[in-house]
């Protein structure tokens, strides 16, 4: 299975088209509304709740963005929908609520965020939502598990790996040695069988995305574009970018 073309065909717009200075906060509703208005894909985060939900959000805490504290893991869908986004009305959303509210005008780039302990509620949840959703939708993780979870439980959904060319920074220095090797390179490709490969654009080129483009035919995407420099760099090794802090020209 090959990564549809639509999915590379526009800019995929990073949490949603959001705007702090005009009140649009990433990954809340009118984030995907403007995103929608400008025909552009969604990327978005997903976390589990405590009873199970698939929660559109970035942060593994609350607090960033949203009002509330502790561990989205540690509260229910109910209480999360209750909590608004800092200085506006508007609150979190399911997965299945921005699936409704996309209603399948624009591709979905969903990612499920991770705690590689192996648990995989998650992914069940997405499947359950994507197997009643008509629209365009791709699922990605950074976490290789993960995305071995969606071929396995979603056989049929086109999937990616998040990656970069090396983990060494303070936000992966959560993982052991093993975990973060096992990330490099790309090398549990023929285990995952990505369909195409989103790759932070600071390390952009590098040998693993270029043979996965060039040699097994998976897209590109560089994430996550910003300025003018890695907008080209996007263009010249990638095959299209995901964006924020900026609107492309149609």
């Given at each position: 299975?090959?990564?549809?073309?639509?999915?590379?065909?526009?800019?995929?717009?990073?949490?949603?088209?959001?705007?702090?200075?005009?009140?649009?906060?990433?990954?809340?509703?009118a984030?995907?509304?403007?995103?929608?208005?400008?025909?552009?894909?969604?990327e978005?985060?997903?976390?589990?709740?405590?009873?199970?939900?698939?929660?559109?959000?970035?942060?593994?805490?609350?607090?960033?963005?949203?009002?509330?504290?502790?561990?989205?893991?540690?509260?229910?869908?109910?209480?999360?929908?209750?909590?608004s986004?800092?200085?506006?009305?508007?609150?979190?959303?399911?997965?299945?609520?921005?699936?409704g509210?996309?209603?399948?005008?624009?591709?979905?780039?969903?990612?499920?965020?991770?705690?590689?302990?192996?648990?995989?509620?998650?992914?069940?949840?997405?499947?359950?939502?994507?197997?009643?959703?008509?629209?365009?939708?791709?699922?990605?993780?950074?976490?290789?598990?993960?995305?071995?979870?969606?071929?396995?439980?979603?056989?049929?959904?086109?999937?990616?790996?998040?990656?970069?060319?090396?983990?060494?920074?303070g936000?992966?220095?959560?993982?052991?040695?093993?975990?973060?090797?096992?990330?490099?390179?790309?090398?549990?490709g023929?285990?995952?069988?990505?369909?195409?490969?989103?790759?932070?654009?600071?390390?952009?080129?590098?040998?693993?995305?270029?043979?996965?483009?060039?040699?097994?035919?998976c897209?590109?995407?560089?994430?996550t574009?910003?300025?003018?420099?890695?907008?080209?760099?996007?263009?010249?090794?990638?095959?299209?970018?995901?964006?924020?802090?900026?609107?492309?020209?149609?």
């Amino acid at each position: 299975m090959r990564a549809p073309d639509w999915l590379t065909a526009r800019p995929v717009a990073h949490r949603g088209l959001h705007d702090i200075a005009r009140g649009v906060v990433e990954n809340m509703p009118a984030a995907a509304r403007a995103a929608v208005a400008g025909d552009f894909a969604i990327e978005c985060d997903i976390q589990l709740s405590a009873d199970g939900e698939a929660m559109v959000h970035h942060d593994h805490e609350l607090g960033r963005l949203t009002e509330g504290s502790g561990y989205l893991i540690e509260k229910t869908a109910a209480e999360l929908k209750e909590l608004s986004f800092k200085n506006t009305d508007e609150r979190m959303m399911t997965l299945a609520d921005l699936c409704g509210l996309v209603a399948g005008r624009v591709p979905l780039v969903i990612e499920v965020k991770s705690y590689f302990n192996g648990d995989r509620r998650l992914v069940k949840r997405m499947a359950e939502v994507l197997s009643s959703y008509s629209g365009p939708a791709v699922g990605m993780s950074f976490d290789p598990d993960q995305v071995l979870a969606l071929r396995e439980t979603m056989p049929n959904l086109t999937r990616g790996i998040v990656a970069q060319r090396t983990y060494e920074d303070g936000y992966w220095e959560k993982l052991t040695r093993a975990q973060r090797d096992s990330m490099l390179h790309l090398r549990h490709g023929f285990q995952t069988r990505p369909h195409f490969v989103a790759f932070w654009v600071n390390q952009l080129p590098a040998p693993a995305p270029w043979i996965a483009r060039n040699v097994f035919g998976c897209p590109l995407l560089a994430w996550t574009v910003r300025t003018p420099e890695q907008r080209q760099a996007a263009g010249r090794y990638a095959d299209q970018m995901i964006f924020e802090g900026f609107t492309p020209e149609a």
